[in-house]
């Protein structure tokens, strides 16, 4: 990625991302026009609960006040790599600076009653300062935490008696309450897709909020689109607002519903706007230029290189006598792909940086002798069969000890899950925060679960994009973010909505 060259534009259409997570919508809406200088949106106020979270996002929002002012000095890449400590970092004067800036509009809350006035405060100030008028459009993006909406939150408190009183399933509330208190242009709201069958005490989840996003009060009114389908709102169906990632250009089958509102008296100077479909960009595509890495074995008294070889050799000698050890042609990215699949060359456009020297994030995890021999067997096992094998394919000597085991209720047989080279990922998730049988990586001579930073291609964001917090907060943020790709092309759809320009004409209204 290039760093902007300074040159005069006109002033951006606000943004106030809530439960902003590590930014994900952010960065979409943030680096659209950005290149030439000239912004459309600009981020004046980010709103998020976790601490790692909140610093990833000051961190980045300094990034791209650095980037606005012409070079992206080098203290901010050797802080990322590790070459320099956060206090020698913050010493570089831009730097300095550029985080003061930063900090004023990232603000650590948790949303709710008690926060509304200071939240309600912050907003009107961040909007009076950014907007050349009272009336001029400005856009709220974000999603409320989806624990409660999401089929395996929902599973895992079948039997929870409270679960019906979560404050989770009502969080969408406050994103409603902002809408009503303060009118955006334009809002998109993002959540799981299984807040379509979701329910409250027999209430459906999805119908109540879309109808409340609707008609937040009698004066206030909102057409929610399709970023998908092309028909008129009345004509939507529920499915219809969910985005199946994968056939836009984003290397992983994260399915999603993002709601397009317009406000009423928008709506007639707006036209609607969906994405277009391209060719798929595969794991392949997004991690297989990464360096390799072996897994590390768990405790790490027992870790070495001669111990994972040993590993390695056992995990070979379950295979059928007459295999032998798989060898790799071809598990590098190749660059022909650039030249056949556009979706491609701009998915590699969007995460490259040149000054980025080596992969940041990219150590691999420790796990069980046992896992590690399961991970090598089952990602051997994949590029068989082309796809990710099951249980069942496990050599007995490798299944889990559980007492469900061969039977028909049998828990595992999902359990472990390669990612498969020639093909867009499963979902990343924030469960990958917690061990990495989802995640193998689809290289057998590897034997592990996928790295913070492989997670993050997946994901799309930028090689220069950092997380803060242990591996595990990393992981959990890369998890619970919106696609920055997908946000950028999202934002993309909201200027054709608008019938904004890209260059400085039409900008303001």
């Given at each position: 990625?290039?760093?902007?060259?300074?040159?005069?534009?006109?002033?951006?259409?606000?943004?106030?991302?809530?439960?902003a997570g590590p930014g994900g919508l952010n960065e979409g809406f943030s680096s659209l026009g950005e290149g030439d200088n000239a912004p459309i949106f600009r981020t004046v106020g980010s709103f998020e609960m976790e601490g790692n979270a909140v610093s990833t996002l000051t961190l980045r929002s300094a990034f791209r006040i650095l980037?606005?002012?012409?070079?992206?000095?080098?203290?901010?890449?050797?802080?990322?790599?590790?070459?320099?400590?956060?206090?020698?970092?913050?010493?570089?004067?831009?730097?300095?600076?550029?985080?003061?800036?930063?900090?004023?509009?990232?603000?650590?809350?948790?949303?709710?009653?008690?926060?509304?006035?200071?939240?309600?405060?912050?907003?009107?100030?961040?909007?009076g300062a950014a907007r050349a008028h009272e009336d001029a459009d400005?856009?709220?993006?974000?999603?409320?935490?989806?624990?409660?909406?999401?089929?395996?939150?929902r599973s895992r408190r079948t039997n929870d008696d409270q679960f019906a009183f979560d404050h989770k399933h009502f969080l969408y509330e406050e994103y409603l309450h902002i809408i009503e208190r303060f009118k955006p242009a334009v809002f998109v709201m993002e959540n799981v897709k299984g807040l379509l069958s979701s329910t409250n005490n027999g209430v459906g989840m999805f119908g109540q909020i879309l109808h409340d996003l609707r008609h937040p009060n009698p004066e206030l009114n909102y057409e929610i689109r399709?970023?998908?389908?092309?028909?008129?709102?009345?004509?939507l169906q529920p499915r219809d607002f969910v985005i199946p990632?994968?056939?836009?250009?984003?290397?992983?089958?994260?399915?999603?519903?993002?709601?397009?509102?317009?406000?009423?008296?928008?709506?007639?100077?707006?036209?609607?706007?969906?994405?277009?479909?391209?060719?798929?960009?595969?794991?392949?595509?997004?991690?297989?230029?990464?360096?390799?890495?072996r897994s590390h074995i768990s405790p790490s008294k027992l870790d070495g290189d001669e111990a994972w070889l040993t590993l390695r050799k056992e995990a070979i000698a379950l295979r059928p006598e007459s295999l032998s050890e798989t060898v790799l042609e071809d598990i590098t990215f190749s660059a022909d792909a650039l030249e056949v699949n556009t979706a491609v060359k701009t998915y590699r456009e969007w995460v490259e940086d040149s000054r980025v020297t080596e992969p940041l994030q990219h150590k691999?995890?420790?796990?069980?002798s046992s896992d590690i021999k399961r991970y090598g067997h089952l990602a051997w096992k994949a590029l068989e069969l082309g796809k990710s094998p099951k249980f069942t394919h496990l050599p007995e000597s490798l299944e889990p000890?559980?007492?469900?085991?061969?039977?028909?209720?049998?828990?595992?047989?999902?359990?472990?899950?390669?990612?498969?080279?020639?093909s867009p990922s499963t979902t990343i998730v924030s469960h990958i925060s917690k061990d990495g049988h989802y995640y193998i990586h689809p290289d057998e001579t590897q034997m592990r679960s996928l790295t913070v930073r492989e997670a993050a291609r997946l994901q799309t964001f930028p090689d220069n994009y950092f997380f803060e917090g242990s591996r595990t907060m990393q992981f959990h943020q890369v998890g619970n973010a919106v696609p920055p790709?997908?946000?950028?092309?999202?934002a993309e759809k909201v200027v054709e909505t608008l019938r904004l320009s890209t260059n400085e004409s039409g900008r303001e209204r």
């Open positions: 990625m290039k760093d902007a060259k300074p040159t005069p534009s006109v002033t951006p259409i606000p943004v106030i991302d809530l439960f980037k606005r002012a012409g070079r992206v000095p080098q203290a901010y890449y050797d802080y990322i790599s590790g070459r320099t400590t956060r206090a020698v970092f913050e010493q570089d004067e831009a730097v300095s600076q550029a985080m003061s800036e930063a900090r004023k509009h990232v603000h650590k809350v948790e949303l709710g009653q008690k926060t509304r006035g200071e939240v309600d405060a912050t907003i009107a100030e961040a909007l400005w856009v709220l993006i974000g999603g409320p935490p989806c624990q409660a909406y999401s089929l395996a939150g399709s970023l998908v389908v092309d028909e008129q709102a009345h004509e990632a994968e056939k836009y250009g984003i290397p992983q089958k994260r399915h999603r519903i993002i709601l397009l509102g317009i406000r009423s008296d928008v709506v007639e100077r707006t036209d609607r706007a969906v994405l277009t479909e391209t060719s798929p960009v595969t794991v392949r595509d997004a991690i297989a230029d990464l360096p390799r890495r691999s995890r420790s796990h069980m000890n559980h007492k469900n085991i061969g039977k028909d209720n049998t828990p595992f047989m999902d359990r472990f899950r390669v990612q498969v080279w020639d790709l997908l946000a950028r092309l999202i």
